[in-house]
Each structure stands twice: as C-alpha cells, then as structure tokens.
C-alpha cells in the first residue's frame, strides 16, 4: 500500500508530462497546463523589421497618345514588312483593280475615260493627302479635325545616325511614314470608287475638281471623327475596324447622290448598255479581292493573331456572299451570272470591313449571306424602283453592303477579339452619321463644281463616248 501510493504521483507526472508533451494538430509545442492551475499566457515577440533604403519601382511608360519620335529599337521588323505589303495591296485595289473591274463594266466607247477617273484619282488624292490630308485626320487636336502638326509632313522624321524616328499612337510599332502610306491608299480607293456611280457622263474638269474637293470636305472629317482615338464617334464607341463607314457608306451615298445630281446617261432605260468585257471586270474583281486581305488584315496594324484572324473572315464572307447572290440571281433569273458572282464576292468584302477585326467565323458567315441577298436585291430591285442611273452599283453594293456590315458588328462583335463589346445603337448611330453628312456635303460640291466647271458632258460627247472626245483616244 505504501509503495503504491507513493508510486501514484510519480505516475499522474508521467502521464500528465505525456499528454502535455505531444502537441494536437495546428497546435505549438508549448505544453499545456494542468486544470485547475492559474497559467500565464506568453504571447510570442514578433521581431521588429528594421527601416531599409527605399526601393524604387519601375513603371511602364505612359501610352503614347500623339505622333512622337522613338528610338529605332523599338520598332518591329515583322510588323513594318507586313504594314509595307498591306500598303502595296490596297494601292493595288485600285490601281489596276478597281480601274479594271469598273472599265469591263462600261461600253467600249468609254472604257479608256473610266480607268483614267482610278488613275488620276490616286495621282491627286496622293498629293492632297501630302499636303494636308494625313495632319488633318490623324493628328488629335480636336474631336471634330485635327491640326497642321503634320502639314506637308513636318516633324515626320527618320534619323539613321540618331538611330530616331517619328511613329503613330495608333501603330507604335512601324515608321509613321508607313503608317501614312498605309492610310494614303485608303484614301485614294474611297472616291475612286464613287466614280462607278457617275461613269460614262461626267466631265473631266468637273470629275478632278470633284475629287479634290470631296477628299478634303468629306472623307477628311469622316475619317478623323472614326479613326482618330480623340474623333468623336471613336469617342462615342462607333466600330469601323477598316472602313464600313468611312469607305464604303461614305462613297456609297455620295454616289447615290452624285447620279441623282447628275441625271441619267442618255438612252437610260431605253436602250441596252451591256458591259463590253466581262474578263476585265473578273480580273479586276480578283485583284480587289486579293487586295482585300491588306485592306482588313492590314488594318490591325501589325502582323499578329488579329490580322490573322481578319484575313480568315475577309475570306469566308467573301465566298459566302458570292454564293448567296448567286444563289438569289439563280432562283430569281434561271441563269447564275459571272458578273453576279464577282459582284457578290465585292458585296461579301465590303460587309466584313468594318467587323474583319472584332467577329468570329459565325459572324463571318452571317454578314456574308445577309450582305449577298441584300446587295443583290439593293443593284437589282432598289434600283428598278428609284430609277435612279447609278452606272456601276456603287450605292447598291457599297453603302448597302457597309451599312450591313456596320450593323452586323454591333451584333457580333466579341470582346475576346477586339477587345470591345459591340453596340447596335452605336453602329447606328455612326451609319446614320456618315450618311446625313456625306449626302450633305456630296450635294453641295457638286452645286459649287457645276457652277465652276458644269457636271456633265454634252450629248454629242456622251454619244461620240468618252475616250475619243475627253482623251483623243480609243481601245481597238
């Protein structure tokens, strides 16, 4: 008995010594105390973190937001030789494609005076876009026009020995001079092609007049309020990733209003005015289509997954809309047209424009068929009812398939691509914009060109065709 009781302290210790000893899990190592016994609680010191030097960090540099002169380093070789090519394909649109796709299209007699309205277009619209048109559109002075920054292109330098040169704050990684390039031959093609609208009648004074007074009263603003981060519609949210408005629906509707101003060719509706060469007008439509891919693909300003994926949908809306209005010509006349082909795949280009660079291959295929069926009825039906003579379908095709294709980017376009949500009521707003303007303004140069110049040619000219009595020459 006595043993055992002496040996129980010992025991109660150990047993007490043991349970204190193994931690629980997410508890310390400290042992825990016995019941009953008052227990201080050590909080453990925390070590104190002695003041160090200050740590400087390294932020990115601010986005450039004006023309500005960078080191040569930063510019990509890949993205310059890609933005060169784009360059030399939307000049090829035009000249020869445009002047050859319009001159197989016009009768014989005026094939000649329809390739010179592409090539002196391009001759004139390179000098104005020199000499004020690039300052004026894309340099940020105010939503409306930009300044005279860049008039006869000064301050746009490249220095070899500094290892300097002048960029864009909307292609950081290219010369600015290729940027300008680039943006040059978008505005030649724009009112080369309102030339289709008016051919065959126009006078040669009046047409070069014309030209030089649009580009700067219409397709200037325009392209400034859309294209220029501070314009106004850019502002607003308006979408155009490479024309819809500022092309297409632009040349369009001042088509539209040029051959209601103008009047009719004579003999209109009354007697056959056939396309004397069909071959010429496919080449020329090929050449466009071709073109096309610098056109949108281009437009991404850099040889990147965007421009890659533009190219794929310039391509898809293209065949689709070829097929569609083949399609509705078929079931319409019983016979699919060459003609109507070429004709749809153009329509299936202007439609994608303005949402090459925000939709996926379905809104691809969407504004395709929408714009096929709807350009075809627009060349066909529309202008059986208006009875208006737009020679070349400039305002069927080209305001019809951009205002499709404008439309269509507010309803398809995808944040995962663009890196914007679209709006229907933004692209509304813009189409709408583009056509009161551009119809305005169309209205009242052709008013002041016909009290400096006249508009058209006279009878005897208009039968004689134009080659011979605006050019002295003839195709044999």
């Known amino acids: 008995m006595k043993i055992r009781s002496l040996s129980t302290p010992f025991i109660l210790f150990g047993l007490l010594f043991c349970l204190g000893s193994a931690p629980a899990s997410g508890q310390t190592d400290d042992p825990a105390p016995a019941s009953g016994s008052s227990t201080e609680i050590t909080v453990p010191s925390v070590p104190l973190v002695k003041p160090t030097t200050a740590v400087t960090v390294s932020l990115p540099p601010a986005p450039i937001t004006t023309p500005t002169l960078v080191n040569a380093t930063t510019i990509s070789a890949g993205d310059t030789a890609w933005m060169l090519t784009s360059t030399a394909l939307v ?39 020199v000499v004020l048109g690039y300052s004026l559109v894309f340099t940020p002075a105010t939503p409306y026009l930009g300044s005279l920054d860049r008039l006869l292109l000064h301050g746009m330098v490249f220095l070899k020995d500094a290892g300097q040169l002048t960029v864009h704050h909307v292609a ?44 700067l009263i219409v397709y200037v603003p325009v392209a400034h309020w859309v294209w220029e ?17 500022v092309v297409h629906i632009n040349a369009g509707i001042s088509g539209l209003v040029a051959a209601l101003i103008i009047g009719p060719r004579s003999g209109f509706g009354k007697e056959p005015m056939p396309p004397h060469n069909l071959v ?18 281009g437009s991404a300003g850099a040889a990147d997954g965007r421009a890659g994926y533009a190219m794929l949908v310039t391509q898809l809306a293209a065949a689709v809309s070829a097929m569609a ?16 082909i070429v004709s749809g795949a153009v ?10 660079g925000f939709v996926d291959v379905t809104g691809a295929f969407v ?52 890196g914007v949500e679209g709006s229907l009521s933004n692209q509304a707003f813009g189409v709408a914009v583009t056509i009161i303007y551009s119809g305005a303004m169309t209205a ?33």
Not at 98 to 118: I, Q
Not at 411 to 417: R, Y
């Open 229 to 245: 981060p501070t314009g106004w519609l850019a502002a607003r949210g308006v979408l155009d990733f490479a024309g819809g408005t």
């Open 444 to 476: 009242v140069i052709l008013g002041i060109v016909r009290l400096l110049t006249g508009l058209r040619v006279t009878p005897e000219q208009e039968r004689e065709g134009l080659d011979l009595e605006l050019h002295g020459e003839h195709v044999l």
């Open 172 to 215: 950081t990684t290219i010369p600015e001079s290729v940027f300008m390039m680039f943006q040059m031959t978008f505005a030649i093609i724009t009112p080369a092609l309102i030339t289709g609208a008016f051919a065959e009648r126009m006078k040669f004074s009046a047409f070069l007049l014309f030209i030089t007074l649009w580009s």
């Open 91 to 129: 000049l090829l649109m035009t000249i020869p494609g445009l002047a050859l796709f319009y001159a197989g299209m016009v009768r014989k007699k005026n094939a000649l005076a329809t390739v010179a309205h592409s090539v002196a277009t391009t001759c004139i619209v390179t000098i104005i876009w």
């Open 347 to 356: 329509a299936g280009l202007v439609a994608i424009t303005p949402a090459s």
């Open 367 to 418: 504004i395709g068929a929408v714009a096929g069926v709807a350009c075809y009825w627009g060349a066909t039906s529309l202008k059986a009812m208006g009875r208006y003579d737009d020679s070349l379908d400039v305002f069927g095709v080209h305001a019809i398939g951009g205002i499709v294709g404008a439309l269509l980017t507010g309803v398809f376009a995808l944040k995962s691509i663009g």
């Open 325 to 340: 209005w083949m399609c509705a010509e078929w079931l319409r006349r019983g016979k699919p047209s060459v003609l109507g």
């Open 280 to 297: 010429l007008t496919v080449i020329g439509a090929a050449l466009l289509w071709v073109g096309w891919f610098g056109f949108n693909a």
